[in-house]
């Protein structure tokens, strides 16, 4: 059933699925991508056969239109999500979407629904979800020669609401191996996170906190937001790793973290450190910046700053990051685009 503008609470939206007026589609087929266009049609109609349906050759992406005081749009580093794609699109054998047509096929999607972006003063935004999956028949284990692309919209709110410490448990589980796929946003990696964060979850904690699949020891990330943490000395510091997502917030947030002086890193960090560290945070597209108040690791739990406080380093980036995308204050260049 499509979504009825008039029952939308927009401060109270959460972080749901709804079938809104208009998608994206783009179909793969004889070597190459063909003209894409609008559908109102929410559904997909597969083969049993389907590629997606049995080995899992599927990539997608999340970014966000924000309405802007001044009642108009932005879209926040388009091109970062298509690039990304593209690597997505290689690790997992599938043929890249061009990148202009992507960013392009965001901004109809927003136009489309251009009703459904939330206003300014509530917090929420626009969430789109980019995702191409293999359509074509297989039995044997291969890559398909049929593929689907698509961008929906949906209204959400603030993921996390406010600046609230969550607790994290960390995982005994893997999310990704060390030459797996963990850099490749693919549904593969999510699939094997569901049984740990549903654990974590029964026992209270907001989401797992993963470590390195090869020596158990370095912080890697959470199950879809990247970890950081200011040393003791204020330093900025933020996972390198092989079998992590890099999000685009932590790469925006290490250039903001270089503007206020907090000489940003990216490196190896021991788990015994992050429980070292001054403040401590999760950062994503969803997630946007939310506070690490506890890591529980072997039954201890370590508390980063405080469980119901945020740290004001972490407040700070995060005005400065918020302020940035909805255009309240001005980024690095070609950091917004402003829709028209
Ligand atoms: C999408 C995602 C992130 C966040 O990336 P952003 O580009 O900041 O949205 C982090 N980790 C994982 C595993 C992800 O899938």
Redesign the pocket.
């Known amino acids: 059933m499509k979504q009825k503008l008039a029952e939308l609470d927009w401060q109270n939206l959460g972080f749901q699925y709804r079938d809104l007026p208009y998608r994206y589609e783009a179909k793969f087929k004889d070597g190459k991508w063909q003209q894409g266009n609008l559908v109102e049609d929410a559904t997909i109609k597969l083969s049993e056969a389907a590629e997606i349906l049995h080995y899992g050759q599927e990539i997608f992406e999340?970014l966000k239109a924000y309405r802007r005081e001044d009642g108009k749009i932005n879209l926040f580093r388009p091109e970062q999500?298509a690039h990304?794609f593209t690597l997505s699109a290689e690790r997992l054998a599938m043929p890249p979407f061009p990148e202009d047509r992507f960013v392009e096929a965001v901004k109809e999607v927003v136009r489309a629904n251009e009703e459904f972006v939330p206003p300014y003063d509530s917090g929420a935004t626009l969430y789109l979800r980019p995702f191409m999956v293999g359509t074509s028949n297989v039995l044997g284990v291969t890559a398909a020669d049929e593929y689907l692309f698509r961008i929906f919209a949906v209204p959400v709110g603030a993921y996390i609401k406010g600046l609230n410490p969550a607790a994290y448990l960390v995982s005994d589980y893997d999310r990704a191996a060390y030459n797996g796929t963990g850099q490749a946003?693919t549904s593969g990696?999510y699939a094997s996170s569901l049984l740990p964060s549903v654990e974590a979850h029964q026992h209270g904690f907001a989401d797992c906190l993963y470590l390195d699949p090869r020596e158990h020891k370095y912080v890697d990330?959470?199950?879809?937001?990247?970890f950081f943490g200011i040393t003791q000395e204020g330093q900025f510091v933020t996972p390198q790793s092989k079998s992590?997502?890099v999000?685009?917030?932590?790469r925006s947030l290490l250039e903001l973290a270089e503007r206020m002086g907090l000489n940003p890193v990216e490196r190896q960090i021991t788990l015994e450190e992050a429980f070292t560290m001054k403040e401590a945070g999760a950062?994503?597209?969803?997630a946007v910046i939310s506070p690490v108040g506890s890591i529980t690791y072997q039954g201890v739990k370590h508390v980063i700053y405080s469980e119901d406080q945020t740290g004001p380093i972490t407040t700070k980036l995060y005005h400065e990051l918020v302020d940035i995308q909805y255009g309240n204050k001005p980024g690095p260049a070609g950091w917004v685009q402003t829709l028209e």
């Open positions: 999340g999500n990304r946003k990696n990330e959470f199950g879809g937001a990247n992590i997502l999000s685009i917030t932590k950062m994503g597209t969803a």
